[in-house]
């Protein structure tokens, strides 16, 4: 990831993306998701479990061994560096929150678990949500499972290995999947495998959403073939993430909306 290339990215973005709260999309399904889940900012108890145990981790100095499937790249780092460096922040893991909320959907898939913070919004708005999230790193998913425990989430289901083998068999194992968060491998190939894969249980009412759709020119390819897919109907850009709807009432449109 290129420092200078996001800058550009996001200025770029800002210049372009519409800000208004709705006003003007001619689709009732999009201004109310725009007014309703974007526009809205309402704080729930939760939030405040869940930013309290990522402070916590921030200060956490214990070592992890990490396996990373996608870069190939085995090496070690620090609790408190992956919380402040590589975590969702709060902005993002409650809009997540809010997404799944609004569409009361209970057959969550999370691709990629890290130590869990983003896991915990994903599964925290209902005891009805069954949350599986897949990860390949065996400490990650120790040090994710003890998260979960503090924060008393029984409702997530932790799948431990490589997802290019692990997902066909989480997969096989679901009848429908409603909402599906995919922030694992950052390489255009496995993003789409994964996409295509998840397809075959998406229905009309599921959401799907890539993370770091601008992280790299390969990443924009990917999000690219992904927008113009023909089950797609409608996508939202909202930089930092990708929003992929199925809804067959809505028109082909991608909506760049500020954040």
Not at 11 to 35: C, E, W, Y
Not at 131 to 140: K, R, V, Y
Request: aromatic residues 12%; hydrophobic residues 40%.
């Amino acid at each position: 990831m290129s420092v200078v290339r996001i800058i550009y990215k996001y200025i770029k973005h800002s210049l372009t993306a519409r800000n208004t709260k709705g006003f003007g999309v001619h689709s009732p399904f999009m201004f109310q998701f725009i007014q309703n889940v974007l526009s809205e900012r309402h704080y729930f108890y939760v939030f405040s479990e869940i930013e309290a145990l990522r402070s916590e981790l921030k200060k956490d100095k214990t070592i992890i061994s990490i396996t990373d499937f996608g870069s190939g790249e085995n090496r070690e780092s620090s609790v408190s560096q992956i919380a402040n460096k590589s975590l969702k922040s709060a902005k993002y893991g409650q809009l997540l929150f809010r997404i799944i909320r609004y569409f009361n959907a209970v057959n969550v898939l999370e691709l990629g678990t890290s130590i869990g913070i983003t896991t915990s919004y994903l599964a925290s708005s209902s005891s009805k949500i069954k949350c599986t999230s897949l990860e390949g790193c065996p400490q990650l998913v120790q040090n994710a499972g003890s998260n979960f425990k503090k924060l008393n989430l029984n409702n997530i289901e932790l799948v431990v290995g490589n997802i290019d083998s692990t997902l066909e068999d989480v997969l096989n194992k679901t009848d429908k999947l409603d909402f599906i968060f995919i922030d694992a491998n950052h390489y255009s190939e496995a993003v789409i495998k994964y996409f295509e894969m998840c397809l075959s249980k998406v229905h009309n009412d599921s959401v799907i959403i890539l993370d770091d759709i601008y992280w790299s020119e390969d990443m924009e390819k990917a999000w690219k073939i992904i927008k113009d897919h023909p089950r797609v109907t409608s996508t939202v850009d909202i930089f930092q993430m990708g929003i992929v709807f199925f809804n067959s009432h809505l028109h082909k449109k991608n909506y760049k909306l500020h954040y």
